[in-house]
């Protein structure tokens, strides 16, 4: 697992519609107000991208949002499980501690357990790009949406477009505009 709001576990099959917005709109604001507090708290303790690391990217990020990610390294990462957990366990949801997690993104802050690999960067940087788009309410509400409706992690349409646009980053000759992608992702409802 990359990062997410770790909400990402065993194939759930699925919820209904009806259901899934009703989750969303439920858990959408607890978890809203979880990555706010951890982005609040870890970005004391963070640090700004590297410049070789911005270098490497700046084809495909825009440098405001280059300047504004901030990184966090630790292991584990100092990050305590949201108060709404009991209740995801309670539902059976293979759910990962996020203190043990690769990475993971609240906001602009990128907490990491290791030096991470450009990839992984990249892929934690989409997920920024989609927090400044989108906001972290609307980020919040469509993630839980996502992994309800989809069963899971890798189901959930923001973390799919932060894995193709990896994937694309891996083996794409020409550089893009992540920004411009995610816009198309916003504009077309696929969130």
């Known amino acids: 697992m990359n990062d997410g709001i770790f909400l990402g576990g065993s194939g759930l099959g699925g919820f209904s519609r009806w259901a899934?917005?009703?989750?969303?709109?439920?858990?959408?604001?607890?978890?809203?107000?979880?990555?706010?507090?951890?982005?609040?708290?870890?970005?004391?303790?963070?640090?700004?991208?590297?410049?070789?690391?911005?270098?490497?990217?700046?084809q495909h990020f825009g440098d405001?949002?280059?300047?504004w990610a901030r990184i966090v390294q630790a292991d584990p990462l100092p990050i305590p499980d949201p108060p709404f957990y009991p209740l995801l366990r309670w539902l059976r949801l293979d759910i990962p501690e996020p203190s043990l997690v690769e990475a993971i993104t609240f906001d602009h802050?990128?907490?990491?357990?290791e030096s991470m690999r450009l990839p992984l960067l990249f892929h934690e940087m989409v997920h920024v790009v989609q927090y400044r788009l989108l906001g972290v309410k609307a980020f919040a509400r469509l993630y839980v949406k996502g992994f309800f409706a989809a069963g899971g992690y890798?189901?959930?349409?923001?973390?799919?477009?932060?894995?193709?646009?990896?994937?694309?980053?891996?083996?794409?000759?020409e550089p893009f505009d992540v920004e411009g992608e995610i816009t198309k992702w916003i504009d077309g409802k696929l969130f």
């Open 109 to 113: 802050v990128i907490a990491a357990r």
């Open 64 to 67: 405001a949002d280059l300047d």
């Open 20 to 58: 899934t917005e009703g989750i969303a709109t439920l858990l959408g604001p607890l978890v809203a107000r979880y990555i706010a507090a951890q982005r609040d708290r870890l970005a004391l303790m963070a640090t700004p991208l590297s410049e070789i690391s911005k270098l490497r990217l700046r």
């Open 154 to 173: 890798h189901a959930i349409p923001l973390e799919r477009c932060a894995l193709e646009m990896e994937q694309r980053y891996l083996t794409a000759k």
